[in-house]
Each structure stands twice: as C-alpha cells, then as structure tokens.
C-alpha cells in the first residue's frame, strides 16, 4: 500500500549582498560636503534678507521724501571738544 512518507523541510537562507566599506575619509569628504551646502544656503538666504531690508528701507525713504523722521536723539559724538 501507499505509506505517507515524512516530509523533510527544505530551509532556504538567502544572503544579501555585502554592504561597501565605508571609512574615515569618506565620513569626512561627506561631513565637509553637507557643512558645504549649508554654508551656500546661509549666504544666499542672508544674501537675499539683506537685500529685502535694504529695499525697504529705500522705498521708505523714498516715500517720505529723503531722511525717515525719527525720534531718536543725537549723541553728537563727532563734534569737537569745546
């Protein structure tokens, strides 16, 4: 007769492939690449800031005509001694 024979399992390990060695020298080329591209972004961000007040503070002045009124008072530090 047919006699159920026993079933053996067959385990299948699949290895990934080996990850690339990083060393020292790539951590810091890419440190100094991302210090890089934040530095081009502080200068072009406080590049186009300075540029926005500057421009306000001309289209302010043009609009009242010369110098801003103001309320401060003058120390007259550049004047000479008496």
Partial sequence: ???AQPV???I???VPEP???VGAADVILDSLG???VIVIAALAVGGLLGAVLIG???WREA???GALPSDHTPL???SPHR
């Fill in 1 to 3: 007769m047919l006699a």
């Fill in 8 to 10: 053996t399992p067959v």
């Fill in 12 to 14: 299948v390990k699949v």
């Fill in 19 to 21: 990850t690339p060695q």
């Fill in 34 to 36: 991302l210090v890089g």
């Fill in 56 to 58: 306000i503070k001309r």
């Fill in 63 to 65: 609009r009242h005509g």
């Fill in 76 to 78: 007259d530090l550049s």
